[in-house]
């Protein structure tokens, strides 16, 4: 079974830094995709940023230039830096996984942590 388990949410004053972290339990299998989606009240899920083999690096277009994303491949870890954050980045972020099981690329979700930013 594989599990994400992501940690770091919390509430920020704008204009604060807030770091996510997320692990993966791949149960052997390899991960050659991680990435961070954000939801708000009435808004669809959105992709905030996304770290693929090779590595190929790709950020929403609101969070560009603010926010880092980083992986480390051996620990099957993926960490999102936030800076500068501003009340409308207020969200539930979700860790989301890419794990190639056979010939079979499945995406595998965390459970989300909210994310605050408010003066």
């Known amino acids: 079974q594989v599990q994400l388990v992501e940690s770091g949410g919390g509430l920020v004053q704008p204009g604060e830094s807030l770091r996510l972290s997320c692990a993966v339990s791949?149960?052997?299998?390899?991960?050659?995709?991680m990435s961070w989606y954000r939801q708000a009240p009435g808004n669809q899920r959105e992709l905030v940023a996304k770290?693929?083999?090779?590595?190929?690096?790709n950020y929403g277009d609101a969070v560009k230039g603010r926010f880092t994303i980083s992986r480390d491949n051996a620990k099957n870890t993926c960490d999102l830096r936030m800076t500068s954050l501003q009340p409308e980045d207020t969200a539930v972020y979700y860790c989301?996984?890419?794990?190639?099981?056979?010939?079979?690329?499945?995406?595998?979700w965390g459970q989300g942590t909210q994310v605050t930013v408010s003066s």
């Open positions: 989301e996984a890419q794990v190639l099981e056979g010939s079979w690329v499945r995406d595998y």
């Open positions: 791949a149960n052997g299998f390899s991960v050659t995709a």
């Open positions: 770290y693929a083999n090779g590595p190929r690096i």
